[in-house]
């Protein structure tokens, strides 16, 4: 009921120099909520072992039962690593969400080329994961946009009534530069078939005006729904140097 009186209360985890996939620490926090008691937190482990391509992150999860005071990593950590084409320079961030009985995650992976996709994994509880493709389930785009689509990474995602609904930070370039990082929305009825929302060349959002701190690049985004309306957070140019911004609007889908 206090939003805004944080305490910190200290390490939860710190590197671990006997384990090398975690040598280098842990990233990208994403707590999900299972019970009153029981927390689970998803988090990225940096690599120190090089597997011929980068240092590539794993997926882990710790346990809480008792409401998010402590927490101890699940012992068959990570829970997600990388097996596939796909995934091989790693691992990056991850949303879960709840359907049913079954925990759904869908996290960044980078494959060899330097294209930059969604892949997704299915659980019972939210400890055991398999995964449900061996390439991207959600793809860049390359050549079909413009400009051209390399990277569809950062996945945010929430229920909407009947639908599903994602938020995307897609990357590519154009002829003669990088095209930066803008924000896209994607609709889905089952977690598994994605429809890309319409939105204009510079996605859902745009960039701000010339000189404001958002006018190169909008990304990262963060989505609750209150009522009618979407409240989106978001970081602006050079991944959230200059600040991060709030957006309010409605967002169209299939019917």
């Not at 209360?9 to 926090?29: D, H, K």
């Not at 009985?101 to 659980?123: K, L, N, P, W």
């Not at 996605?203 to 989505?223: E, I, N």
Request: overall charge neutral; proline content about 7%; hydrophobic content about 35%.
């Amino acid at each position: 009921d206090r939003p805004n009186d944080w305490q910190p209360t200290g390490l939860v985890f710190g590197p671990e120099a006997s384990n090398p996939q975690l040598r280098f620490g842990m990233r990208w926090p994403h707590q999900h909520i299972v019970g009153d008691h029981t927390h689970l937190l998803y988090f990225l482990g940096r690599s120190a072992l090089d597997n011929g391509y980068v240092y590539p992150n794993h997926i882990y999860v710790a346990i809480s039962e008792d409401a998010g005071k402590s927490y101890r990593i699940h012992p068959e950590s990570p829970i997600i690593g990388i097996d596939h084409p796909f995934e091989l320079r790693g691992l990056g961030t991850l949303c879960v969400v709840r359907s049913g009985e079954r925990f759904h995650m869908f996290y960044t992976a980078a494959d060899v080329q330097d294209h930059i996709g969604i892949g997704m994994a299915v659980s019972p509880d939210g400890l055991k994961w398999e995964k449900q493709t061996d390439r991207f389930l959600i793809a860049p785009r390359l050549d079909t946009v413009s400009p051209f689509e390399t990277k569809v990474a950062y996945p945010h995602v929430i229920r909407d009534g009947d639908l599903w609904r994602m938020w995307v930070s897609t990357f590519g370039r154009t002829e003669n530069a990088f095209s930066p990082y803008k924000i896209h929305s994607l609709v889905s009825r089952d977690l598994r078939h994605w429809e890309w929302t319409p939105h204009a060349r510079q996605g859902d959002l745009g960039y701000g005006p010339p000189g404001s701190f958002d006018s190169d690049m909008r990304c990262y985004a963060s989505v609750v729904k209150r009522g009618d309306r979407y409240h989106l957070w978001y970081t602006g140019n050079k991944y959230g140097v200059t600040g991060m911004g709030h957006a309010v609007g409605r967002v169209a889908g299939p019917s």
